[in-house]
């Protein structure tokens, strides 16, 4: 039995180196490779608080791109209602525009037709004019003519006055 016992302390024995040397073997593989995967986790991490960084920087630029945007989008709103004052009163000028335009195309025809009736009016009184101017003239001529024949009279009086009394 002892030989067995003696067997069994070697088997033991080689059984236990065995075990340590796997033991060893698999602590020192996994010793590397939970190194590298520990390199690898680190590096992501770092990667992570870069990308975390940059998201941070990528939402702040975006928060001040909505910012800008609701500014923008105020002013278009302030900027519309503006236009649109601005249409309505160009609007409104542009129908009081016509309607002088119409009225001065009114009033230009009542000029046309006031000078026109001017002109007629001072051909007439021209006219007239003339027509007094050789009225005039015919009544000189008649005073004239008026004269001569008083005179005329006159002496046919004194000739017949003459003739009645002769003698004296």
């Not at 975390?52 to 709103?77: D, P, Y």
């Not at 005179?151 to 003739?163: E, N, V």
């Amino acid at each position: 039995m002892s030989y067995i016992d003696r067997n069994a302390n070697i088997v033991l024995l080689f059984l236990v180196v065995i075990s340590l040397t796997v033991l060893v073997g698999a602590t020192i593989y996994y010793q590397q490779n939970f190194s590298a995967i520990n390199d690898e986790y680190n590096e992501k991490l770092n990667n992570l608080k870069k990308m975390e960084k940059e998201l941070q920087l990528k939402t702040t630029i975006l928060n001040k791109t909505r910012e800008e945007l609701t500014l923008k989008a105020e002013r278009e709103e302030e900027i519309g209602k503006q236009f649109t004052g601005i249409r309505s009163e160009n609007e409104e000028l542009e129908s009081e525009r016509d309607k002088l335009s119409s009225q001065k195309s009114s009033l230009e025809s009542q000029l046309d037709n006031a000078q026109r009736s001017l002109s007629e009016a001072q051909a007439e009184i021209t006219f007239q004019k003339r027509k007094v101017a050789e009225k005039e003239a015919q009544i000189s001529d008649l005073a004239v003519q008026v004269n001569y024949w008083k005179d005329q009279a006159a002496d046919y009086s004194s000739q017949l006055q003459a003739c009645q009394n002769p003698s004296t």
